[in-house]
């Protein structure tokens, strides 16, 4: 069936499904173009649902809840991808739903994802399905130890997974992580994690974003920077066009995020997809033309897309609850630095590993970009109640 085609104009309804902080930011750009803005979740403490025009809470296996939601808009999209599908496809009966129910079912099942790369001829993580204590044999004797298993679905910051390095650690992760069928992969000897936002609309259009290069703690995302360094810059072009063949394979219809391993030899290996904005894509707020965010407004609208191209050097730290300690981080210290931008997402309690917020820096290069929101960071943070 041909993509339905029609341009979103603005003054139209926008819905999301989900009311955290991506649906927040969504929201905030889709109004400075004329947009209203409905939001569906089940949350009380909603970031999304403080700038909404309307919100609708439900249970997303509710179908009357998810029909009256549906009907108010003229086209739906995600703000994080472990959507039940049943939702998803109970709205597009009713309206426009971008990514779809296609896209959605192979970015949140970590095997669906990973077989379907492959056979499109992606380069992905070596991988294996585990369905019982038995194919961890066969598994290790082809990926080696150690190795990381995942369940299959509902994923995120390092849920749902545990690195094992032999017989003894994997039967007891199976036990942690089943009953359902996992996912072996081989742990990567990586020397960088990047990623690259790519947005396409129904017509076909695509626009991606440079590279972005980042590091973690405790497998949450700490610092996003771009440009890449010099010796990540030749393998951008790669990325990029890699990612741009998965939006086209996939028909994508909105924004997708393709993370990846990059390998000593300089070899790329995605690591996962996500057909939202992206943790990583926050500094494009302030360092690109175009913020990922309105490009999503713009790829669901199917209007035509912004550029992309950076404005300056980045870095963008994430802010998490273990930032406040005992008392409010001293927020001013940041926003009295020049070129530097305090984003916070509204959530009431701060807790640790929960993100809160996050800040950018420009600046005359990544490296110096990350140096200083890192030591801003530093400089607005309480611990049992001191001032670092």
Known sequence: MDPDTRVIAPGSALGVFGGGQLGRMFAQSAQK???????????????ASQVANETVRGDYLDPNAVR???EKVDVITLEFENIALEAVSRAAEVTLVRPGVKVLAVAQHRLKEKRTLKELGFPVTPFREIRSIQDITPASAELGWPLVLKTTNWGYDGKGQRRVSNQIEANDAI??????????????????EVSVIVARTATGQTAVYPMF????????????????????????????SIAI???????????LCVEFFVGAQGELMINEIAPRPHNSGHLTIEACRTSQFEQQVRAVCNLPLG?????????????????WGSDAPRF????????????????QSARQGRKMGHITKLSDSAENAAKE????????????GQLF
């Not at 929101?373 to 049992?384: G, Y």
Request: hydrophobic letters at 45%; aromatic letters at 6%; a negative charge.
């Open 307 to 323: 550029d992309t191209s950076l404005v300056q050097p980045a870095a963008m730290a994430n802010l998490l609850g273990d930032v």
């Open 175 to 192: 036990e942690l992580l089943g009953p359902e069928p996992l996912i072996a992969e081989q742990w990567v000897k990586y020397i960088a």
């Open 373 to 384: 929101v890192i030591a801003i960071r530093e400089s607005i943070r309480f611990k049992d």
């Open 68 to 70: 009256a939601f549906a």
């Open 33 to 47: 173009l004329g947009y209203r803005v409905v939001v569906f979740t089940d949350e009380q403490d909603s970031p």
């Open 332 to 347: 001013e210290r940041a926003l009295e630095i020049p070129l530097a931008y305090l984003h916070l997402y509204g959530k």
């Open 213 to 240: 290069t980042n590091s973690h703690a405790n497998h949450i995302l700490d610092i996003t920077t771009c440009p890449a360094s010099p010796e990540l810059q030749s393998i951008a072009p790669k990325a990029e």
């Open 245 to 255: 063949g998965v939006a086209q394979e996939l028909k994508l219809e909105g924004l």
